[in-house]
Every structure is written in C-alpha cells, then in structure tokens.
C-alpha cells in the first residue's frame, strides 16, 4: 500500500485522533533511531488534546490517518508575543514526498499566522531529510544547544541544598 488513496484532508486533530497519533509517535521514534523511550500513555495524550495544552494537525486520505503536527502554544519573552512550538511532525511511509508534511506545515503557517510571532522546532541533527524538507519551505536552519534538565538531575541539585 503506497500513495494517497483518495482524497487527502488536513484537519485539526481532536481528541478521537490519539491512539492513530499514539502509534505514529511509536513508528517515529524506530524512523529517528534514537534510542528514546516513550513514556507517555494513550489516555495521557488523550487528556492533553481535550484539555487543548497539545494541539495537532492531522492529514487522512480514505485509508485512514497519514501523518501528524502537534504542537503547543507558548510565550516568547524575548518577542513579547506569543510562539507556536512543533513538537512533532510525522508522515507515514506510504505518503512521504506526496505533498502531505507540506500541506500540514501549510496548516501550521496558518494558525501561526493569526495568533503567533513564529513557529520554532528541533530536529535530530542526522535527520537530513526533514532539514531538507523544512529549508525547501523557507525555514532558518540554526545551530543550538538544546538543555535537557532530566527529573532524576533536579533532584540530585535539590538534595544537595
């Protein structure tokens, strides 16, 4: 099974999408070989979509659920405004290079747009696919550190005092 079959929908996600969401998070993390551990649970995600903490844009054809953009609303204090943050962006196999991230990230433009100052993500550094797909859509590629404070190095600081 390869290719869009039928037509292709982007969409606001909704809270009936987290398992599909759930699953290709799994198939993500074996694509990007990092070696992370999901430490997240279907009702987990389930709650943050109902909420409306996490977001998500979702593409479907009429085989079902293709990919995915979710994605968070912050403050940016050095733009005095607010931020929209990916968090993920994930096309199945079967639909890669058929416009589907393109159309989502499109999504994501619009929404940004309205409320937001900028759209900020990271990428694993060898993932030259998806740096190549999101230069061929105008983004600023930078160099950066990111911080990671792990829950088990807090609370080595606080029991130190």
């Known amino acids: 099974m390869s290719g869009i079959k039928g037509t292709l929908r982007i969409r606001d996600g909704r809270a009936s999408d987290a398992e599909d969401i759930a699953r290709m998070i799994e198939e993500l993390v074996t694509c990007e070989q990092t070696g992370a551990k999901l430490a997240f649970t279907v009702d987990q995600l389930l709650a943050a979509l109902n909420s409306g903490c996490l977001r998500a844009v979702v593409a479907e054809d009429d085989a079902g659920v293709l990919g995915f953009v979710s ?18 962006v994930y096309v199945r196999a079967r639909a890669r290079r058929a416009g589907v991230g393109r ?59």
Do not use: C, H
């Not at 060898?126 to 983004?139: I, M, P, T």
């Not at 807090?154 to 029991?159: F, P, T």
């Open 71 to 88: 994605y968070t609303y912050d403050f940016a204090i050095w733009s005095g405004g607010e931020i929209l943050r990916v968090d993920d």
């Open 103 to 161: 159309m989502m990230m499109r999504r994501i433009a619009e929404l940004a747009s309205g409320t937001a100052g900028a759209v900020r993500w990271e990428i694993e550094p060898k993932n030259q696919d998806a740096q190549r797909f999101y230069a061929s859509l105008g983004v600023e590629l930078r160099d950066k550190v990111v911080a990671r404070w792990s829950p088990g190095a807090m609370q080595s600081v606080l029991q130190r005092g």
